[in-house]
């Protein structure tokens, strides 16, 4: 299995709704990232997990609230977001992001397309 | 610091033409990454390759190949008889060494992105 799952693929949320993102891997990867991408634009590192513990936060506000359950869950908690949060977030997972050299590269997910209203 | 240039925006090309999208990439880094990847409307980014500064071997893969030149920084893609299914924002990224970034660990650093359009 190299398929990095994410669910839902749309989602319409008020500003005052609490809602939150799934990712799973199952390829045995001990890192896992979360992006944020707004048309026409680069993904931009949000979070990043090693080994289940969040290891970089990208000066993301905190209405954005990351957790990784275990080494092939993660999730993206969202709490009272703003309309310039609408995006496309993305997931991707790599072997390990401590290694420098083979199999460094991250895979990604299809992505969720939020919008908030 | 590091940077990734896209300099083409956009490129159109008709079916069966090949298609060159130009990467250079900036850094200080001895040991560095050099990745491309397709993002077709769909939104999925796919992996294309990854390519180790320590290996200046160019790549072919079917229609797919890269030139990878150190000596002009870049790291160009081509698609050779480029089919409408090539159609997508294709992204060049580059990734440190962990050693060298201690707590960064190596973060991708993406371009801006080239959107090619493939027309039948």
């Known amino acids: 299995d190299t398929e990095v799952t994410q669910t839902p693929k749309h989602l319409v949320m008020g500003m005052t709704n609490k809602k939150s993102l799934k990712c799973e891997q199952h390829?045995?990867?001990?890192?896992m990232y979360w992006y944020k991408q707004k048309a026409k634009k680069p993904p931009e590192l949000m979070f990043v997990y090693s080994y289940e513990k969040l290891s970089i936060n990208e000066s993301v506000p905190s209405r954005f609230s990351p957790e990784c359950p275990n080494s092939s869950l993660l999730n993206l908690h969202l709490h009272a977001l703003q309309p310039e949060d609408s995006a496309l977030y993305l997931c991707?997972?790599?072997?390990?992001?401590?290694?420098?050299?083979?199999?460094?590269?991250?895979?990604f997910g299809p992505g969720t397309r939020l919008t908030v209203l | 610091a590091q940077k990734v240039t896209q300099a083409q925006t956009e490129i159109s090309v008709v079916e069966k033409e090949d298609v060159t999208l130009d990467c250079v990439y900036e850094?200080?880094?001895?040991?560095?990454?050099l990745f491309w990847y397709k993002q077709p409307p769909s939104g999925e980014l796919v992996f294309l390759i990854r390519?180790?500064?320590?290996?200046?071997q160019n790549e072919i893969s079917g229609r797919y190949s890269w030139n990878f030149q150190k000596s002009t920084s870049s790291f160009n893609f081509t698609i050779t008889a480029s089919q409408v299914v090539d159609s997508a924002v294709y992204f060049c990224a580059l990734k440190g060494a962990v050693a060298n970034y201690g707590g960064s660990q190596g973060n991708l650093i993406f371009g801006k992105g080239t959107k090619l359009s493939v027309k039948p």
């Open positions: 390519r180790n500064s320590f290996d200046e």
């Open positions: 991707a997972s790599s072997q390990d992001p401590g290694t420098s050299g083979v199999d460094n590269e991250q895979f």
């Open positions: 850094t200080r880094d001895t040991t560095y990454y």
């Open positions: 390829m045995g990867h001990r890192a």
